[in-house]
Structure formats: structure tokens, C-alpha cells
């Protein structure tokens, strides 16, 4: 049986389909020669740069399994796959702790206003009184969706002695009763909160979820985070709410659009930007590509 990983994934990985099938490492293969190629393999896994589109689908008489080493499958055609009876798989869970602490890191960046008195420092200037910041201890989270990484966060988010208040209309109270965690309303979450973090895949329902009326609910200083998706706090209103100081400031992973070129809110001393980065961490890759290779070994065993 032959695997092909067209993107670069962890060793480990590699290692454990090697026991089980010949692997062919093709980390620069060329949607050409992926087209060309792929009746040879049983099997692909594939993180973000190859696009196993419908035409490679077709062309695939022998494929199994597609794997993407990470979350969410969005350069895989779906649909084109389950058509052929091609199974698609993805490990979501292999980076929940890495985005929880990425989380964390957010929090603490805008609450201690850590990047700019870092700016500020290397620019020669010695700001002290500037940088005046809150603690974490004490203060109310309100956790918007309460899966695998909003719990994370709450679990951590607990000792550093937060309260937790979680707005998730699909989590059974039972489940909340037994994570300790006390659900509300969308508008008591963002009523009560001295920091909101966002955990809520982008949906229709979810799209600008965050908007005016919601940031004007919000405590004026508040912080609110997204290290989920961009599009679920709408970006004009976030640029009013922290122009205007109408919330205490903001710290984004992800963006409407991607990169956020020429976006009026990367002017702003209140946000704290990140490309996109909260899953990248050597534990998250290397768990995203074990449980991805355990699946195609599973699949290939039959
Ligand atoms: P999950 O599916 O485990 O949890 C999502 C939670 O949101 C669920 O509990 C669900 O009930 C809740 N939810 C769904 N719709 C909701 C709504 N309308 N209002 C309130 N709650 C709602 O997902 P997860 O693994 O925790 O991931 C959460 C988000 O993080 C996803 O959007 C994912 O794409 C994103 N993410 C981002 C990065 C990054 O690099 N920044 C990395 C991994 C995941």
C-alpha cells in the first residue's frame, strides 16, 4: 500500500505509517503531479499548502483516506470526496491546549500591555506610568462557546482565580454543571465580563456574532479576545469600540481577511495582533500528524 504526505508533517508521523505502508515524502509536489500521481496511492495526508480539489478526486482510483494534519478541512473538497466513498479526517483535537495557552498569552499581553511596553522599550524610552495594567485575579471570563479549547482556557483561566461565566446555547446544562461552570445569556456574558474570549466555530450564526450593539454592552474595560475565527466580531465596530475607548482593548489570532492588510485597527494601541498563529506550537504539530497517520493506518488495515 502506498501514502503519499504532500506537506510537510511531523517525523513521528511518518515513522508510524512507514510500519504499515510505503510512504513517498513529496512535500513539493505540484498540483500537476499530484493530478498525475495519485491513482498510485491508497492514501494522502496533507496540512494547508496542497488543495485535494475534485479533479485530483477523480483522478484518485485507489484513494481511501484524505488527512489533513490540523483542523479543519477547508482545502479538500468535501463533497467531491464523500461522493467517491473517500473518508476525510482532521485532528482537531491535536492543538486545543497549544490555542488555550496562546489564549492565555493574549489575556495577559493586553491585560499587562506586554507588546507595546516591549515597543516601547526598544525604542530607548523607559514609560512605566504608561503601562499601568489589571490583574487577572478576581476578574469575570466570559467563555463565547465552551467545546475543546474554551474549556481549556477555563481550566486555566481558573487558577489564575478568574470567575467563569460561559454563553454555549448547545452545551447541556448537566455538562456545564459538571465542568463548574455557570451558563447565561449571550448579553449577561458580555454584561458581567471583564474579559471575553471567543471559542465558537464561524457559521452562519456565528458571522459578526461580536458586533456594535454587542462591544456596547461590553464593560468599558473590558478586553475581548479571538483566537478562533476571523468575521465573528465584526471589525469596523471593533475599530469604533477601541478608538473610542468604549471597551479597554482587544487581541486578535484571525481576521476577516487574512492577512489584514491596510486594516485600520493594526494603528491602534489597544490591539494586540497575531498572525494567526495560536496553533502552531512543536507539540500541536506533532500530535496533529500522530493522530492523523493512527486514522490512515486504521483505514488501511481496513
Ligand atoms: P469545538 O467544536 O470543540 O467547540 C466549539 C463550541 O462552540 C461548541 O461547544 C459549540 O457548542 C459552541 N457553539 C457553536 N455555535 C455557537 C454559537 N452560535 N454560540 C455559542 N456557542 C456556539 O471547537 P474547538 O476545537 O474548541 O475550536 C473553536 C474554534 O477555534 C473553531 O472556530 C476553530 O476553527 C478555532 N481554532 C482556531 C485556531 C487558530 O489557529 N487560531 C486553531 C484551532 C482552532
Given at each position: ?17 512507514k ?9 513539493d ?18 496540512r ?14 485507489k ?23 473517500i ?9 486545543s ?7 492565555m498569552?493574549?489575556m ?8 507595546i511596553?516591549?515597543?516601547?522599550v ?8 504608561r503601562?499601568?495594567?489589571?490583574e487577572?485575579?478576581n476578574?469575570?471570563?466570559?467563555v ?18 478568574m ?18 461552570v455557570?451558563l ?22 456565528t458571522?459578526?456574532l461580536?458586533?456594535?450593539k ?7 474595560d ?24 468604549k ?13 489584514p ?15 494567526h ?14 493522530i ?5 493506518i ?5
Amino acid at each position: 500500500m502506498k501514502v503519499i504526505v504532500a506537506d510537510s508533517i511531523n517525523q513521528k508521523g511518518i515513522d508510524n505509517l512507514k510500519e504499515v505502508a510505503e510512504v513517498v515524502v513529496d512535500t513539493d509536489i505540484t498540483p500537476e503531479e499530484l493530478l498525475n500521481t495519485i491513482s498510485e496511492y491508497e492514501a494522502i495526508i496533507v496540512r494547508s499548502r496542497t488543495k485535494v480539489t475534485r479533479e485530483v478526486i477523480e483522478k484518485a482510483d485507489k484513494l481511501k483516506i484524505i488527512a489533513r494534519a490540523g483542523v479543519g478541512v477547508d482545502n479538500v473538497d468535501v463533497e467531491a470526496a464523500t461522493e467517491k466513498g473517500i473518508m476525510v479526517v482532521n485532528a482537531p483535537e491535536s492543538t486545543s491546549i497549544t490555542v488555550a495557552e496562546h489564549t492565555m498569552g493574549m489575556m495577559l499581553t493586553a491585560a499587562r500591555k506586554i507588546a507595546i511596553a516591549d515597543k516601547s522599550v526598544k525604542e530607548d524610552k523607559w514609560e512605566k506610568s504608561r503601562f499601568m495594567g489589571v490583574e487577572l485575579r478576581n476578574k469575570t471570563l466570559g467563555v463565547v462557546g465552551m467545546g475543546r479549547i474554551g474549556s481549556q482556557v477555563v481550566s486555566r483561566c481558573k487558577a489564575f482565580e478568574m470567575d467563569v461565566i460561559v454563553y454555549d446555547p448547545y452545551l447541556p446544562k448537566e455538562v456545564a454543571k459538571q465542568m463548574g461552570v455557570e451558563l447565561a445569556d449571550l448579553e449577561t456574558v458580555l454584561k458581567v465580563s471583564d474579559f471575553i474570549t471567543i471559542h465558537v466555530p464561524l457559521t452562519p450564526e456565528t458571522k459578526h456574532l461580536i458586533s456594535k450593539k454587542e462591544l456596547e454592552i461590553m464593560k468599558d474595560d473590558a478586553f475581548i479576545v479571538n483566537c478562533a475565527r476571523g468575521g465573528i466580531i465584526d471589525e469596523d465596530a471593533l475599530y469604533d469600540a477601541l478608538s473610542n475607548d468604549k471597551i479597554g482593548g482587544a487581541a486578535l489570532d484571525v481576521y476577516e481577511e487574512e492577512p489584514p492588510k491596510g486594516s485600520k485597527l493594526l494603528s491602534l494601541d489597544n490591539l494586540v495582533a497575531t498572525p494567526h498563529i495560536a496553533a502552531s506550537t512543536r507539540e500541536a504539530q506533532r500530535d496533529a500528524a500522530i493522530i492523523v497517520a493512527n486514522e490512515v493506518i486504521e483505514v488501511l488495515k481496513g
